[in-house]
């Protein structure tokens, strides 16, 4: 099982520009969450997926930021028209069908806006 | 509303020497309660979590309702323990994260 995988790990984009960050969950995990980080922050909640459905977007920004679970393939963390605040590491977790239990998370996209 | 804080943003000891790092939370119900920790260069990892009640690596963490904290504590300080420490409620349907402690062991 290779672990959670995030890619790219690192991205830059332009300022305007769509910036899509991959997640693929564990073998088996059916439960994803995507997490940032500020410079000098802890993690911060954005969203959860399960599969081909939004459980709880609470943490994410009203415009501009987007996240799908599809039925096949990996979730996708999309920020359009990005802006230099927009800056951060992205961080996926997966976890399997049951709650509660042991996340496990990837290594990170590091997103530099330009 | 619910809040994890973790008051200090560093941690500096001397190997050997006793550490805690403090969490403290306020959130309704009986959130379950996880450490988590991220090594140099390496993935945000899970250390414990409160219902096992187990020790690893020599740390453990005990649940204080009345105080709503659950520190990390561990006996003796290892240069190898210097990390990130997150400790995080799981409620509802996801994990909420502290701001982290970076403890600094030195030799």
């Known amino acids: 099982n290779a672990g959670v995988m995030q890619n790219p790990r690192h991205l830059v984009r332009r300022r305007g520009q769509e910036a899509r960050l991959r997640c693929s969950p564990m073998k088996g995990h059916s439960h994803v969450y995507w997490y940032r980080q500020l410079p000098e922050e802890g993690l911060k909640f954005m969203v959860y997926?399960?599969?081909?459905?939004?459980?709880?977007e609470s943490g994410m920004p009203k415009e501009r930021f987007s996240a799908e679970f599809p039925k096949e393939g990996p979730s996708i963390l999309r920020i359009q028209q990005v802006v230099r605040g927009d800056s951060a590491a992205y961080f996926c977790a997966s976890s399997p069908q049951v709650q509660n239990t042991e996340a496990f998370f990837g290594q990170g996209t590091r997103l530099t806006v330009v | 509303a619910q809040r994890v804080t973790q008051p200090e943003k560093l941690l500096s000891v001397f190997k050997g020497a006793p550490v805690e790092l403090k969490c403290n939370y306020s959130y309704s119900g009986s959130p379950e309660l996880f450490w988590y920790v991220q090594y140099s260069r390496q993935r945000l990892q899970l250390l414990l979590r409160h219902i096992s009640r187990e020790s690893i690596k020599g740390f453990t963490a005990d649940l204080n309702k009345g105080e709503t904290s659950f520190h990390l504590k561990k006996p003796f300080a290892q240069e190898e323990d210097s990390a990130m420490y997150y400790c995080a409620p799981y409620n509802t349907d996801k994990l909420i994260f502290g701001t982290g402690t970076r403890l600094q062991v030195f030799p």
């Open positions: 997926l399960q599969k081909e459905n939004i459980i709880d």
